[in-house]
């Protein structure tokens, strides 16, 4: 769970920064380049779960190895997921296709817009993770539900900062002249962050409680 707040606290870091240091991006081959970084990574993150899975099927202790490893594995990975996710930000015209659509007006869709290709990555990691799950742990679901019920635990944890951007774009329709003065305060920007993480602590744990389907351990 922490690495994953951790990943997801350090991802809309990496979109609020490419926001404001958003470019345009002359030539023809800036949108492919975006394609690209989703692909290399896909294939790297295929070539490494297929090497373990050969070594695991063919070595009963490399299985032994991996298997109290996996979940510490994938969590890996999603750490080093950020790097072509900044990568992709940064360096394509990904962010500046959505600078004039809806997306630049609502601080939801403008985030989510940038997320997405976060999420996109996580969404592949699975996908490449179930054959190794399934052989080293067993895995009745199917790949589909395997990547179902990941999403539904891990995409809980944008939950509180959805209600916040979604305050702030109520706050933008309703009375755009005090959103105005809000985002070019000092102090507003101060506490913007401070109540992101006050309705994390309050959301947080109620959703993964509800979306994970934990329940109380019984007592004795």
């Not at 296709?97 to 990691?125: C, I, K, R, V, W």
């Not at 109520?170 to 109540?195: D, G, K, M, Q, T």
Request: hydrophobic content about 55%; overall charge neutral; some cysteine.
């Amino acid at each position: 769970m922490y690495n994953s707040i951790f990943c997801y606290l350090t991802a809309f870091a990496i979109v609020a920064t490419a926001q404001s240091s958003a470019h345009d991006f002359d030539g023809p081959y800036g949108h492919l380049a975006a394609t690209l970084v989703i692909l290399a990574s896909w294939g790297w993150m295929r070539l490494k779960f297929r090497a373990i899975a050969r070594s695991a099927a063919s070595s009963p202790s490399v299985a032994a190895y991996w298997r109290p490893r996996f979940q510490g594995l994938t969590q890996k990975f999603q750490v080093g997921l950020l790097a072509p996710f900044a990568l992709l930000l940064f360096t394509t015209p990904y962010l500046s296709s959505f600078s004039a659509g809806p997306a630049n007006e609502s601080d939801l869709l403008s985030t989510l817009a940038g997320l997405a290709p976060y999420l996109a990555l996580q969404l592949l990691l699975w996908w490449e993770a179930y054959g190794l799950k399934k052989l080293l742990l067993g895995e009745d679901a199917s790949r589909l539900a395997f990547l179902a019920t990941n999403a539904k635990m891990e995409f809980s944890m944008i939950g509180p900062w959805m209600i916040v951007a979604l305050l702030g774009d109520a706050l933008r329709l309703a009375f755009p002249s005090l959103y105005e003065a809000i985002e070019s305060n000092s102090l507003a920007a101060f506490v913007y962050p401070l109540v992101f993480l006050l309705v994390a602590a309050i959301f947080l744990p109620v959703a993964v409680t509800k979306l994970w389907g934990a329940k109380p351990i019984p007592e004795g």
